[in-house]
């Protein structure tokens, strides 16, 4: 005991812990009110921003393109570049080597026999053959080469008609090379696609021999040999519907040969081609990657962020349950309170009889409640209120050694230390309990009793009123045998 009534408080932090969780309640009203309140701030900025925010609109300015546009003309480019790309891969003449291209030719030599009744007159005639493309040298070679030598002496001879109906036949027959052999089967045979094989067919045609030649490029002379006999083969099935549209006529088949040669045009054309490839590339990346410099993006409508109200809901709960245990912090302090057994015993040196407290919350919450009171007291912890007071009653027989007459007072109400005592006395054989609220006025009671046992309510007893408690009956030199705190 300390009779000079010089205490110092020693406060528990696992029961002051305790005491500030006692009061989640408090803590958490506080929490979700200032979640409403930050919880609303993005709430309230999107309806005064859509109060003040000028009317929106979906006209796109000049200059501009809509997504739809923007999309099309990506779509376009892709398919551009991705055609091109196939044909560079995939074409006959891109894989030609410029320097040892195959070229397979045929002669085709064209013998008008007669005319059709109600021929064209000779003047109309003439003003036709004047503009067909002539080339007196080429045909003197091909003739040498082994041409039919009768048929141009007999197409020079100076027969207007049936040079005109000559010059419409092969005509006929070079167009019909251009654009209208189907392709499709030969294309099959070979993996490739009729588009491939078409652009590697050219024909020359030569009015005063009466000559056609077929001229299939490759990079393969046995590919190039079947296009070729391919071609001469669809003239040959075409020569009926030819001569039925115009005039009789025969046709004599020479083979041309295969020849290697160099030819520069093919490289030029291979180069530009590979470089168109390449300019399309950039076009599409430098159009994808520019997109904002198309498309016109019109200010974003504004919008509730659901992110920020959730955010701002967490950030207050959270607030409000630290600053609830802040003010609950001050307020223990300030108030100056008893807050647990523990506190007792290390600030002045009483022993805990029993901590009651535990046991008597009802009510929603209550099993929080007495978790949290539970925490730290071990086995006790799991004691019945009775368990408890029969636990009491041992510990003051054997604190109290030869006592038959023990005082009960304490900070709390007559009816509170009334029934500590008459609970406690049932437990107790040999030993008189009296109870008292105040020491003032008592102190005859209290100098025959042979001890003294101190009731305390936990929250609500004051530290000062105990200390004054424990300095007046030091001074009566009564020794305290414990504390129950309620």
């Known amino acids: 005991m300390n009779a000079d009534h010089n205490y110092e408080r020693t406060v528990d932090l696992a029961g002051f812990l305790k005491a500030v969780l006692l009061h989640w309640r408090q803590m958490i009203i506080l929490g979700v009110l200032f979640a409403l309140i930050l919880g609303m701030i993005p709430v309230l900025e999107y309806k005064s921003g859509n109060k003040t925010s000028s009317p929106q609109t979906d006209e796109v300015p000049e200059g501009y393109l809509t997504q739809a546009e923007y999309n099309a003309v990506l779509k376009r480019l892709e398919e551009t ?17 410029p320097f040892k291209e195959v070229v397979a030719r045929e002669r085709i030599f064209v013998n008008v026999l007669s005319a059709p009744e109600g021929s064209e007159e000779i003047g109309t005639v003439t003003e036709d053959i004047d503009e067909t493309e002539t080339n007196s040298e080429a045909a003197t070679e091909e003739t040498a080469d082994g041409g039919d030598t009768e048929t141009v002496k007999a197409v ?11 010059a419409r036949v092969i005509r ?21 696609e009729p588009r491939y094989i078409d652009e590697c067919v050219s024909a020359d045609s030569y009015m005063d021999s009466a000559l056609i030649v077929i001229s299939v490029k490759g990079f393969d002379a046995d590919i190039a040999c079947a296009i070729r006999d391919y071609a001469v083969e669809k003239m040959a099935d075409a020569h009926a519907g030819i001569e ?4 009789g006529h025969e046709l004599s088949m020479s083979d041309g040969g295969v020849e290697i040669l160099y030819d520069a045009s093919m490289r030029t054309y291979q180069e530009s081609l590979v470089n168109e490839c390449a300019t399309t590339q950039t076009r599409y990346d430098n159009f994808r990657n520019s997109r904002s410099s198309f498309v016109y993006n019109a ?29 609950n912090i001050i307020l223990i302090f300030v108030r100056g309170r008893v807050i647990s057994s523990k506190e007792l015993l290390l600030s002045y040196d009483i022993k805990t009889l029993a901590d009651l407290r ?5 009510g929603p919450g209550s099993g929080i409640d007495r978790a949290i009171e539970n925490i730290g007291m071990g086995g006790d912890g799991k004691l019945s209120d009775d368990e ?3 636990k009491a009653a041992q510990l003051v027989e054997l604190y109290a050694h030869d006592a038959e007459n023990i005082v009960l007072t304490g900070d709390t109400s007559e009816d509170e230390l009334k029934a500590t005592a008459e609970r406690l006395q049932k437990e107790l054989q040999g030993i008189k309990l009296e109870y008292c609220v105040t020491l003032l006025g008592n102190n005859a009671m209290f100098r025959a009793s042979d001890g003294v046992i101190l009731v305390e ?9 105990i200390e004054s408690d424990i300095g007046m009956i030091g001074e009566m030199k009564i020794p305290v045998i414990g504390v129950i705190l309620l």
């Open 244 to 247: 039925a549209q115009i005039c």
């Open 388 to 390: 408890r007071i029969r």
């Open 172 to 192: 006929e027959y070079v167009a019909f090379l251009s654009s209208r052999i189907d392709w499709n089967e030969l294309a099959e045979e070979l993996g490739t």
């Open 358 to 362: 535990s046991t008597e919350r009802t």
């Open 457 to 465: 309510k936990r929250n609500e007893s004051r530290l000062g009123m």
């Open 81 to 97: 570049m991705a055609d091109k790309k196939q044909y560079v891969a995939n074409s006959y003449l891109m894989q030609i080597d």
């Open 156 to 166: 020079g001879a100076g027969n207007t008609a049936a040079a005109y109906d000559t």
């Open 299 to 327: 200010p974003a409508r504004a919008s509730l962020n659901k992110k920020a109200v959730l955010s701002n809901a967490v950030t207050g709960f959270i607030a409000g349950v630290l600053i609830g245990a802040m003010i």
